[in-house]
């Protein structure tokens, strides 16, 4: 994906006067786009491990750039901008989460009252490690994917994610406990053998 095109608008800083030349701009636009190149993957990746839907993924990660471009002189003046632009997708992905369920429930009620039920779970079914993250909370899942996924040491995870350490390695212990338990102690060995 490119950059996007930024409007006129977006490119004069605020305290500028409109008639005077603003070169402070195109430096700003610059980083911008240095920034955009370098972590837009690594953000959809991010988006995609958190929300379980790639389809929503680069629009996800290419809003949080957005929104990290209207408040880009804070962001690059930020002790860690990856750290911020982390956290930024993190909560995006928290609100589009709490959006599916709102809307996942409507239709359950919706479906419910039809008499074309079935119960119990698809036994056939195999769980896999998306199917298994998608099932923790999302604390858990965004320290997980940062720690593991990502390999983010304890530290750069408590950054993106606006908690302490401590907090960091009681979720993350937690939700590798629940992904052993839903996915068997192999699989998820697996897993923590990665962000060490």
Known sequence: ??????????????????????PATGDASAEFH?????????LARLAHLLTGEADAADDLAADALLALWHRWDR????????????????????????STVRERRRIALFWS???????????????DVRQALERLPFRKRACVVLRHAFDLSERD????LGISVG?????????????QRHLGTGAADDLSGRGK
Not at 9 to 15: D, I
Not at 34 to 42: I, P, Q, V, W
Not at 157 to 160: H, I, P, Q, R
């Open 167 to 179: 907090t960091v390695k009681s979720q993350t212990s937690r939700g590798m406990a629940e992904l």
């Open 1 to 22: 994906m490119t950059p996007p095109t930024l409007p006129m608008s977006m490119n004069t800083p605020r305290s500028a006067a409109p008639a005077g030349p603003a």
């Open 157 to 160: 995870t408590a950054l993106a």
């Open 34 to 42: 240095a920034f955009f190149e370098r972590h837009h993957a690594e």
């Open 113 to 127: 009252q039809r008499s074309e039920r079935t119960d119990g779970p698809d036994v056939a079914a195999v769980v």
């Open 75 to 98: 962001v690059r003046g930020a002790e860690h901008p990856v750290a911020y632009a982390r956290g930024v997708v993190a909560n995006m992905a928290r609100g589009r989460i709490r």
